[in-house]
């Protein structure tokens, strides 16, 4: 506590503004101090490690409370970070570790840091592997290149089971990830700026001994040197996102996929070992290209290839980019188009029109005619946006 008061004095700007002090009625009590313990933490485990930190100063009720945190978020404002010196966060966030109660697992750890060393990532980080962690999320930024020894003991984490790995920002240094994560627990997995790595040939298949994966985002990820395929084989994935990243094959060995959204990368190839027959809902959304015109027809061809994989969709919808693309195709008159899906399930029809081009309805309808060819009684919403 001495710490803490001593930072207090020494910067009020460190004061989150969103905290306020305890509420007294007219008797001047103070009611909120009167909660349980289970319902002040439940409280303070909301709130930016800081910000919970802080009431410590409050009075003896609050002194200790802080020190049974099973939820720890650090956040600090990079302007203030910057301005204070990384050593001075550096021994805050020690000084937290070093006071917290042991008999308590640490189930959430949030690190939104930059400008910071590697050692301290580390050190926070193997105390949360080391004390049971669920959810962990890390966001560093592009101009840190983290070089992290508690990277592998993350991905064999046995407590995980929600885990968001991302670097930030234009250039993105990206981490080589092991050959497979052994994480059995894992239900949510979200990694930005990461490198696949090949098992042997070609193919890298990172996810397959994730045995409770249910979610899985993918955001600026590439294949590391001679890795050609991504293999995503995992037989309990229901819901799916690719964002963005480098051109490369993917093949789904997705038995119980329910919801898939690819957006950005127009070139990537997409390929299915398995129907996907539970498939409910597919977002293409690609991402707006100055050079997309004079590439309208391989794009859309390749597009076409995509809701052929995917034709087992109920609900599918478009993005004014992706639809304005085929629809530019449908204007080249020797554009050599590939046969269109075969939707045996398809229930709606979802496009959103680009109203800056301009296009009559005859051509939108001409478009949807051909997607629908074999999905006559398939709902279509037609929505248009500048």
Known sequence: MAFWKEQLRADHQWINHSWVPPIKDHNNRDRISELPDSILLHILNFMNTESAVQTCVLSKRWKDLCKRLISLAYCPDPYLLKKRGVGRFMKFATWVLSRRDDAYSLLNLTLHLCWTEPELLDKVTKYALLHDVRQLTMELYSGFRPDLESLPLIFCCHSLTSLKLCINGMNYPLIILPKSLHLPALKSLHLQGFNFTATGNDSAEPFSNCYVLNTLVLRFCS?????????????????????????????????????????????????????????????????????????SSIISSNIVRWLVVLAYVKKLSFSRYAFQIILHDFSNPISMRPEPPSFVRLESLKVIKLLSANVSDEKVNTVVEYLLRDSPMARVEILGEY
């Open 223 to 295: 294949l590391h040197n001679d890795a050609r395929v991504l293999c995503i084989s995992n037989s309990t994935l229901s819901i799916l996102t690719i964002l963005e990243g480098q051109t490369y094959q993917i093949v789904l060995s997705t038995p119980n996929l329910s919801s898939f959204t690819i957006r950005g990368s127009s070139s990537l190839q997409l390929f299915s070992t398995c129907n996907l027959s539970f498939l409910g809902e597919v977002n293409i959304d690609v991402s707006w290209d100055g050079h997309w015109a004079e590439k």
